[in-house]
Protein backbone atom coordinates (compact mmCIF):
# COMPACT_ATOMS: atom_id res chain seq x y z
CA UNK A 1 0.00 0.00 0.00
CA UNK A 2 1.35 3.52 -0.82
CA UNK A 3 1.93 6.41 1.74
CA UNK A 4 -1.09 8.30 2.19
CA UNK A 5 -1.04 11.77 0.09
CA UNK A 6 -1.53 15.16 1.68
CA UNK A 7 -2.58 18.09 -1.22
CA UNK A 8 -1.49 21.93 0.36
CA UNK A 9 -3.89 24.07 -1.85
CA UNK A 10 -5.41 27.61 -1.35
CA UNK A 11 -5.64 30.91 -3.28
CA UNK A 12 -2.41 32.49 -4.33
CA UNK A 13 0.21 34.02 -2.10
CA UNK A 14 -0.67 32.42 1.25
CA UNK A 15 2.13 30.75 2.19
CA UNK A 16 1.10 27.30 0.79
CA UNK A 17 4.97 26.83 -0.14
CA UNK A 18 6.67 27.99 3.08
CA UNK A 19 4.46 25.40 5.23
CA UNK A 20 4.91 22.63 2.38
CA UNK A 21 9.02 23.20 2.80
CA UNK A 22 8.18 22.85 7.03
CA UNK A 23 6.78 19.66 6.18
CA UNK A 24 8.99 18.24 4.38
CA UNK A 25 11.77 19.62 5.71
CA UNK A 26 13.77 21.33 2.86
CA UNK A 27 13.38 24.10 0.61
CA UNK A 28 12.17 22.80 -2.54
CA UNK A 29 9.93 25.16 -3.53
CA UNK A 30 10.62 28.18 -4.52
CA UNK A 31 9.12 30.94 -1.85
CA UNK A 32 8.47 34.75 -3.52
CA UNK A 33 6.40 37.57 -2.40
CA UNK A 34 4.45 37.70 -5.22
CA UNK A 35 0.79 35.30 -6.36
CA UNK A 36 1.48 32.39 -8.89
CA UNK A 37 5.37 31.88 -8.47
CA UNK A 38 4.42 27.85 -7.90
CA UNK A 39 2.88 26.84 -10.99
CA UNK A 40 3.27 23.34 -11.18
CA UNK A 41 2.60 20.26 -8.22
CA UNK A 42 5.73 19.92 -6.20
CA UNK A 43 6.17 16.90 -4.42
CA UNK A 44 7.94 15.65 -1.23
CA UNK A 45 7.58 13.63 2.02
CA UNK A 46 6.69 14.27 4.94
CA UNK A 47 6.97 12.74 8.70
CA UNK A 48 5.23 13.16 12.12
CA UNK A 49 5.00 10.50 14.90
CA UNK A 50 6.63 7.73 12.33
CA UNK A 51 3.85 8.35 10.28
CA UNK A 52 5.29 9.06 6.95
CA UNK A 53 3.40 10.54 3.90
CA UNK A 54 3.54 12.28 0.66
CA UNK A 55 2.89 16.06 0.17
CA UNK A 56 1.74 17.87 -2.63
CA UNK A 57 2.21 21.54 -3.17
CA UNK A 58 0.29 23.12 -5.53
CA UNK A 59 -0.46 26.71 -7.48
CA UNK A 60 -2.69 29.22 -6.18
CA UNK A 61 -6.33 28.46 -7.60
CA UNK A 62 -8.41 31.50 -8.95
CA UNK A 63 -11.90 31.27 -9.76
CA UNK A 64 -13.33 32.67 -12.82
CA UNK A 65 -10.08 33.16 -14.44
CA UNK A 66 -9.46 33.43 -17.97
CA UNK A 67 -5.01 33.46 -18.06
CA UNK A 68 -4.33 29.98 -19.75
CA UNK A 69 -1.48 29.81 -16.66
CA UNK A 70 -3.84 30.43 -14.40
CA UNK A 71 -6.15 28.42 -15.91
CA UNK A 72 -3.64 25.62 -15.52
CA UNK A 73 -2.28 26.29 -12.41
CA UNK A 74 -6.00 25.59 -11.03
CA UNK A 75 -6.40 22.22 -13.26
CA UNK A 76 -2.90 21.03 -11.43
CA UNK A 77 -4.36 21.62 -8.28
CA UNK A 78 -7.79 19.86 -9.06
CA UNK A 79 -5.60 17.12 -9.89
CA UNK A 80 -3.45 17.28 -6.67
CA UNK A 81 -7.02 17.06 -4.85
CA UNK A 82 -8.07 13.93 -7.00
CA UNK A 83 -4.56 12.35 -5.52
CA UNK A 84 -4.89 13.55 -1.97
CA UNK A 85 -6.08 11.25 1.43
CA UNK A 86 -6.53 14.78 3.38
CA UNK A 87 -6.32 18.25 2.10
CA UNK A 88 -4.89 21.16 3.59
CA UNK A 89 -6.57 24.46 2.95
CA UNK A 90 -4.26 27.32 3.49
CA UNK A 91 -5.83 30.92 4.37
CA UNK A 92 -4.34 34.22 5.49
CA UNK A 93 -5.05 35.18 8.39
CA UNK A 94 -3.89 38.73 7.72
CA UNK A 95 -6.48 39.08 4.49
CA UNK A 96 -9.44 37.50 6.53
CA UNK A 97 -11.49 35.45 5.22
CA UNK A 98 -11.89 36.41 1.04
CA UNK A 99 -14.98 35.59 -1.56
CA UNK A 100 -12.19 33.11 -3.28
CA UNK A 101 -11.46 31.49 0.33
CA UNK A 102 -15.62 30.97 0.28
CA UNK A 103 -15.65 29.50 -3.51
CA UNK A 104 -12.57 27.19 -2.54
CA UNK A 105 -14.22 25.68 0.59
CA UNK A 106 -17.21 25.13 -1.33
CA UNK A 107 -15.54 23.12 -3.92
CA UNK A 108 -13.49 21.26 -0.94
CA UNK A 109 -16.39 20.19 0.51
CA UNK A 110 -17.88 18.82 -2.50
CA UNK A 111 -15.08 16.43 -2.43
CA UNK A 112 -16.54 14.49 0.83
CA UNK A 113 -12.23 14.16 1.77
CA UNK A 114 -10.98 15.44 5.36
CA UNK A 115 -10.23 18.84 5.22
CA UNK A 116 -7.95 20.78 7.60
CA UNK A 117 -8.49 23.85 7.64
CA UNK A 118 -4.93 26.47 8.03
CA UNK A 119 -5.02 29.98 9.01
CA UNK A 120 -1.65 31.11 7.78
CA UNK A 121 0.84 34.05 9.17
CA UNK A 122 -0.65 34.47 12.76
CA UNK A 123 3.04 35.35 14.34
CA UNK A 124 2.04 35.82 17.74
CA UNK A 125 -0.51 34.99 20.23
CA UNK A 126 -2.29 38.81 19.98
CA UNK A 127 -3.59 37.57 16.33
CA UNK A 128 -5.27 34.30 17.31
CA UNK A 129 -8.38 36.75 17.73
CA UNK A 130 -8.67 36.85 13.94
CA UNK A 131 -9.01 33.16 13.36
CA UNK A 132 -13.13 33.17 14.15
CA UNK A 133 -14.43 34.86 11.18
CA UNK A 134 -13.07 31.56 9.07
CA UNK A 135 -15.73 29.51 10.80
CA UNK A 136 -17.62 30.94 8.44
CA UNK A 137 -15.94 28.76 5.55
CA UNK A 138 -17.70 25.57 7.10
CA UNK A 139 -14.76 23.16 7.61
CA UNK A 140 -14.45 23.04 11.12
CA UNK A 141 -11.83 24.28 13.41
CA UNK A 142 -9.36 26.28 11.88
CA UNK A 143 -5.81 25.65 13.20
CA UNK A 144 -3.67 29.38 13.59
CA UNK A 145 -0.19 28.86 12.25
CA UNK A 146 2.70 30.43 11.19
CA UNK A 147 4.69 28.99 8.45
CA UNK A 148 7.85 31.25 8.55
CA UNK A 149 8.01 30.48 11.75
CA UNK A 150 6.90 27.05 12.12
CA UNK A 151 4.72 27.74 14.89
CA UNK A 152 1.19 25.65 14.83
CA UNK A 153 1.55 23.01 12.66
CA UNK A 154 2.26 20.01 15.38
CA UNK A 155 -1.19 20.47 16.16
CA UNK A 156 -2.00 20.08 12.20
CA UNK A 157 -0.13 17.41 11.71
CA UNK A 158 -1.79 15.52 14.53
CA UNK A 159 -4.77 16.65 12.50
CA UNK A 160 -3.88 15.20 9.30
CA UNK A 161 -2.39 11.83 10.77
CA UNK A 162 -5.82 11.23 12.36
CA UNK A 163 -7.73 11.05 8.63
CA UNK A 164 -4.94 8.52 7.44
CA UNK A 165 -6.48 5.73 5.84
CA UNK A 166 -6.22 2.40 8.54
CA UNK A 167 -2.76 0.82 8.59
CA UNK A 168 -4.01 -2.73 7.41
CA UNK A 169 -1.05 -3.68 5.35
CA UNK A 170 -2.49 -5.05 2.12
CA UNK A 171 -0.77 -8.92 2.47
CA UNK A 172 2.28 -9.56 -0.44
CA UNK A 173 2.56 -12.65 -1.71
CA UNK A 174 6.51 -13.21 -2.35
CA UNK A 175 6.19 -15.19 -5.21
CA UNK A 176 4.37 -12.72 -7.39
CA UNK A 177 6.21 -9.93 -9.00
CA UNK A 178 5.06 -6.75 -8.90
CA UNK A 179 5.07 -4.53 -11.67
CA UNK A 180 5.54 -0.77 -12.13
CA UNK A 181 5.21 0.55 -15.68
CA UNK A 182 6.57 4.43 -15.58
CA UNK A 183 7.33 7.62 -17.83
CA UNK A 184 6.15 10.31 -19.04
CA UNK A 185 3.05 11.20 -21.11
CA UNK A 186 2.70 9.59 -24.49
CA UNK A 187 6.14 7.46 -24.38
CA UNK A 188 3.85 4.44 -24.98
CA UNK A 189 3.05 2.85 -21.50
CA UNK A 190 -0.62 1.68 -22.21
CA UNK A 191 0.59 0.21 -25.46
CA UNK A 192 3.34 -1.52 -23.56
CA UNK A 193 0.94 -2.69 -21.07
CA UNK A 194 -1.20 -4.34 -23.45
CA UNK A 195 1.71 -5.94 -25.90
CA UNK A 196 2.83 -7.68 -22.64
CA UNK A 197 -0.48 -8.52 -21.55
CA UNK A 198 -1.37 -9.85 -25.26
CA UNK A 199 -4.42 -7.85 -25.17
CA UNK A 200 -6.20 -4.38 -25.61
CA UNK A 201 -6.62 -4.36 -22.09
CA UNK A 202 -5.86 -0.45 -21.83
CA UNK A 203 -6.99 2.69 -23.89
CA UNK A 204 -4.38 3.64 -26.24
CA UNK A 205 -4.35 7.01 -27.67
CA UNK A 206 -1.41 9.65 -29.34
CA UNK A 207 -3.20 12.05 -27.19
CA UNK A 208 -1.00 12.28 -23.71
CA UNK A 209 -3.03 11.47 -20.82
CA UNK A 210 -6.17 9.38 -22.34
CA UNK A 211 -5.76 6.64 -19.71
CA UNK A 212 -8.66 7.85 -17.22
CA UNK A 213 -8.05 5.34 -14.46
CA UNK A 214 -5.72 2.73 -12.54
CA UNK A 215 -6.45 -0.71 -12.26
CA UNK A 216 -3.63 -3.22 -11.64
CA UNK A 217 -3.60 -6.32 -13.37
CA UNK A 218 -2.73 -10.09 -11.90
CA UNK A 219 -1.57 -12.04 -14.87
CA UNK A 220 0.42 -15.38 -15.10
CA UNK A 221 3.06 -16.38 -17.99
CA UNK A 222 5.00 -19.69 -17.40
CA UNK A 223 4.20 -20.55 -14.19
CA UNK A 224 4.94 -17.13 -12.68
CA UNK A 225 2.52 -14.73 -11.26
CA UNK A 226 2.81 -10.69 -11.69
CA UNK A 227 0.79 -7.57 -11.58
CA UNK A 228 1.12 -4.93 -13.32
CA UNK A 229 0.47 -1.64 -11.77
CA UNK A 230 -1.28 1.10 -14.31
CA UNK A 231 0.57 4.28 -13.81
CA UNK A 232 -0.91 5.82 -16.81
CA UNK A 233 -4.37 5.95 -14.94
CA UNK A 234 -5.91 9.42 -13.48
CA UNK A 235 -8.72 9.17 -11.18
CA UNK A 236 -10.77 11.76 -12.33
CA UNK A 237 -13.19 11.02 -15.29
CA UNK A 238 -14.34 13.33 -18.08
CA UNK A 239 -11.88 16.32 -18.91
CA UNK A 240 -8.66 15.78 -19.17
CA UNK A 241 -7.04 18.71 -16.87
CA UNK A 242 -3.15 17.84 -17.33
CA UNK A 243 -1.28 18.02 -20.87
CA UNK A 244 1.84 19.33 -19.29
CA UNK A 245 5.44 17.23 -19.40
CA UNK A 246 4.70 17.09 -15.54
CA UNK A 247 1.90 14.52 -15.52
CA UNK A 248 0.81 12.34 -12.61
CA UNK A 249 4.02 12.30 -11.00
CA UNK A 250 2.46 11.15 -7.84
CA UNK A 251 0.65 8.01 -9.37
CA UNK A 252 4.18 6.77 -10.67
CA UNK A 253 5.28 7.34 -7.29
CA UNK A 254 2.84 5.98 -5.53
CA UNK A 255 2.76 3.11 -8.09
CA UNK A 256 7.07 2.66 -7.13
CA UNK A 257 5.77 1.81 -3.96
CA UNK A 258 3.93 -0.66 -4.62
CA UNK A 259 6.19 -2.61 -6.98
CA UNK A 260 9.34 -5.32 -7.30
CA UNK A 261 10.47 -4.13 -10.75
CA UNK A 262 9.94 -0.98 -12.29
CA UNK A 263 10.11 -0.63 -15.96
CA UNK A 264 11.27 3.09 -17.03
CA UNK A 265 9.59 3.51 -20.39
CA UNK A 266 11.36 5.96 -22.88
CA UNK A 267 10.70 7.52 -26.27
CA UNK A 268 12.93 5.99 -28.87
CA UNK A 269 11.67 9.05 -31.12
CA UNK A 270 12.06 11.35 -28.77
CA UNK A 271 15.35 10.86 -26.82
CA UNK A 272 15.71 11.80 -23.64
CA UNK A 273 14.33 14.82 -21.62
CA UNK A 274 14.98 15.97 -18.32
CA UNK A 275 11.23 14.63 -16.89
CA UNK A 276 13.05 10.97 -18.06
CA UNK A 277 15.65 11.67 -15.65
CA UNK A 278 13.10 12.52 -12.44
CA UNK A 279 11.04 10.12 -12.47
CA UNK A 280 13.53 7.28 -12.82
CA UNK A 281 14.91 9.11 -10.47
CA UNK A 282 11.86 8.22 -8.00
CA UNK A 283 12.38 4.26 -8.59
CA UNK A 284 16.21 4.72 -7.85
CA UNK A 285 15.26 6.70 -4.18
CA UNK A 286 13.02 3.84 -3.32
CA UNK A 287 15.39 1.16 -3.99
CA UNK A 288 13.42 -0.53 -6.60
CA UNK A 289 14.56 -3.06 -9.32
CA UNK A 290 14.59 -0.94 -12.66
CA UNK A 291 14.65 -2.15 -16.44
CA UNK A 292 15.10 0.37 -18.87
CA UNK A 293 12.58 -0.06 -22.03
CA UNK A 294 13.04 2.18 -24.77
CA UNK A 295 9.88 2.13 -26.84
CA UNK A 296 8.88 3.06 -30.13
CA UNK A 297 12.05 1.65 -31.20
CA UNK A 298 10.65 0.64 -34.56
CA UNK A 299 10.17 4.39 -35.41
CA UNK A 300 13.52 5.34 -35.10
CA UNK A 301 15.97 5.72 -38.52
CA UNK A 302 18.59 2.93 -37.48
CA UNK A 303 21.94 2.43 -38.83
CA UNK A 304 24.69 -0.75 -36.94
CA UNK A 305 25.92 2.30 -34.43
CA UNK A 306 22.35 3.40 -33.55
CA UNK A 307 21.45 1.04 -30.57
CA UNK A 308 24.86 1.18 -29.88
CA UNK A 309 25.04 5.14 -29.81
CA UNK A 310 21.47 5.41 -27.52
CA UNK A 311 22.87 3.15 -25.11
CA UNK A 312 26.32 5.30 -24.12
CA UNK A 313 23.53 8.29 -24.23
CA UNK A 314 21.55 6.37 -21.65
CA UNK A 315 24.33 5.39 -19.27
CA UNK A 316 25.70 9.08 -19.42
CA UNK A 317 22.13 10.47 -18.60
CA UNK A 318 20.98 8.17 -16.32
CA UNK A 319 24.90 7.39 -14.29
CA UNK A 320 22.27 6.44 -11.10
CA UNK A 321 21.03 3.32 -13.04
CA UNK A 322 24.40 2.20 -14.34
CA UNK A 323 22.82 -1.16 -12.63
CA UNK A 324 19.62 -1.07 -15.05
CA UNK A 325 19.60 -3.39 -17.85
CA UNK A 326 18.53 -1.95 -21.42
CA UNK A 327 15.83 -3.29 -23.71
CA UNK A 328 14.74 -1.71 -26.95
CA UNK A 329 11.38 -2.99 -28.06
CA UNK A 330 8.33 -1.81 -30.06
CA UNK A 331 5.09 -2.15 -28.20
CA UNK A 332 3.52 -1.49 -32.09
CA UNK A 333 5.16 -4.28 -33.52
CA UNK A 334 5.61 -6.57 -30.30
CA UNK A 335 9.08 -6.56 -31.39
CA UNK A 336 11.54 -7.63 -28.37
CA UNK A 337 8.32 -7.57 -26.07
CA UNK A 338 9.06 -11.79 -25.52
CA UNK A 339 12.16 -10.01 -23.79
CA UNK A 340 10.72 -7.85 -20.87
CA UNK A 341 8.84 -11.12 -18.45
CA UNK A 342 12.38 -12.63 -18.65
CA UNK A 343 14.47 -10.02 -17.38
CA UNK A 344 11.99 -8.77 -15.03
CA UNK A 345 12.61 -12.59 -13.32
CA UNK A 346 16.32 -11.75 -13.89
CA UNK A 347 16.35 -8.91 -11.83
CA UNK A 348 13.63 -9.09 -9.52
CA UNK A 349 15.90 -12.73 -8.04
CA UNK A 350 18.53 -9.98 -7.84
CA UNK A 351 16.80 -7.76 -6.38
CA UNK A 352 15.38 -10.10 -3.24
CA UNK A 353 18.87 -12.43 -3.02
CA UNK A 354 20.45 -12.97 0.00
CA UNK A 355 24.65 -13.47 0.61
CA UNK A 356 25.96 -15.64 3.06
CA UNK A 357 27.82 -13.85 5.89
CA UNK A 358 30.78 -15.83 5.24
CA UNK A 359 31.23 -15.73 1.48
CA UNK A 360 30.66 -12.03 1.96
CA UNK A 361 33.39 -11.63 4.45
CA UNK A 362 35.78 -13.81 2.04
CA UNK A 363 34.91 -11.57 -0.84
CA UNK A 364 35.37 -8.48 1.41
CA UNK A 365 38.49 -9.70 2.32
CA UNK A 366 40.67 -10.21 -0.80
CA UNK A 367 38.86 -6.72 -1.89
CA UNK A 368 40.84 -5.19 1.32
CA UNK A 369 43.78 -7.03 -0.10
CA UNK A 370 43.59 -6.50 -3.64
CA UNK A 371 43.24 -2.89 -3.18
CA UNK A 372 44.10 -1.70 0.20
CA UNK A 373 41.19 0.63 1.85
CA UNK A 374 42.35 4.78 2.70
CA UNK A 375 43.77 5.64 5.06
CA UNK A 376 43.53 10.02 6.49
CA UNK A 377 46.32 11.73 8.52
CA UNK A 378 48.13 7.95 9.67
CA UNK A 379 44.66 6.55 10.32
CA UNK A 380 43.83 3.28 7.73
CA UNK A 381 40.52 2.06 7.39
CA UNK A 382 39.65 -0.81 8.85
CA UNK A 383 36.92 -3.16 7.87
CA UNK A 384 36.45 -5.69 10.99
CA UNK A 385 32.91 -7.33 9.24
CA UNK A 386 30.33 -7.51 6.94
CA UNK A 387 27.01 -8.83 6.61
CA UNK A 388 23.71 -8.35 4.47
CA UNK A 389 21.31 -6.83 6.79
CA UNK A 390 18.03 -6.65 4.21
CA UNK A 391 16.41 -7.79 0.65
CA UNK A 392 14.59 -5.37 -1.57
CA UNK A 393 17.17 -3.80 -2.05
CA UNK A 394 20.40 -5.79 -0.71
CA UNK A 395 21.78 -3.82 1.74
CA UNK A 396 24.82 -4.74 3.17
CA UNK A 397 26.56 -3.46 6.72
CA UNK A 398 30.26 -2.76 6.79
CA UNK A 399 31.38 -2.61 10.43
CA UNK A 400 34.68 -0.70 10.72
CA UNK A 401 37.33 1.24 12.86
CA UNK A 402 36.00 4.70 11.26
CA UNK A 403 33.08 5.11 9.55
CA UNK A 404 34.47 8.70 8.58
CA UNK A 405 37.35 6.90 7.05
CA UNK A 406 35.37 5.34 4.69
CA UNK A 407 35.41 7.29 1.42
CA UNK A 408 32.42 7.23 -1.12
CA UNK A 409 35.18 6.16 -4.13
CA UNK A 410 36.25 2.75 -1.68
CA UNK A 411 32.52 2.16 -1.07
CA UNK A 412 31.83 2.16 -4.95
CA UNK A 413 34.93 -0.22 -5.50
CA UNK A 414 33.31 -2.49 -2.46
CA UNK A 415 29.88 -2.14 -3.97
CA UNK A 416 31.85 -2.99 -7.73
CA UNK A 417 32.59 -6.46 -6.02
CA UNK A 418 29.54 -7.35 -4.91
CA UNK A 419 28.54 -6.81 -8.12
CA UNK A 420 31.11 -8.71 -10.00
CA UNK A 421 30.36 -11.69 -7.65
CA UNK A 422 27.01 -11.88 -7.42
CA UNK A 423 25.88 -10.43 -10.51
CA UNK A 424 23.13 -7.94 -9.22
CA UNK A 425 21.91 -6.89 -12.12
CA UNK A 426 19.21 -4.52 -12.16
CA UNK A 427 19.27 -3.77 -8.28
CA UNK A 428 20.53 -0.90 -6.57
CA UNK A 429 22.21 -1.49 -3.70
CA UNK A 430 22.31 0.06 -0.28
CA UNK A 431 25.77 0.14 1.80
CA UNK A 432 26.08 1.74 5.48
CA UNK A 433 29.21 1.67 7.48
CA UNK A 434 28.75 1.05 11.24
CA UNK A 435 31.38 2.05 14.02
CA UNK A 436 32.53 -1.46 15.47
CA UNK A 437 31.66 -1.81 18.30
Not at 120 to 139: E, Q
Not at 330 to 359: C, D, F, G, W, Y
Amino acid sequence: MGLPVVAIVGRPNVGKSTIFNRLVGERIAIVEDKPGVTRDRLYGKGEWLNRYFHVIDTGGIEFGETDAILTQMRHQAELAIDEADVILMVTDGRAGVTDADQELARMLNRTGKPIVLIVNKIDNPDMRADIYDFYTLGLGDPFPVSGSHGLGLGDVLEEVVKHFPGGEEEERDDDVIRIAIIGRPNVGKSSLTNAILGEERVIVSDVAGTTRDAIDTPFERDGQHYILIDTAGMRKRGKVYETTEKYSVMRAMKAIEESDVVLVVLNGEEGIIEQDKKIAGYAHEAGRAVIIVVNKWDAVEKDDKTMLRFTELIREEFKYLDYAPILFVSAKTKQRIHTILPKVNQVAEAHSMRVSTAVLNDLITDATIMTPPPSDRGKRLKINYATQAAVKPPTFILFVNDPELMHFSYERYIENKIREAFVFEGTPIRIWTRKKT
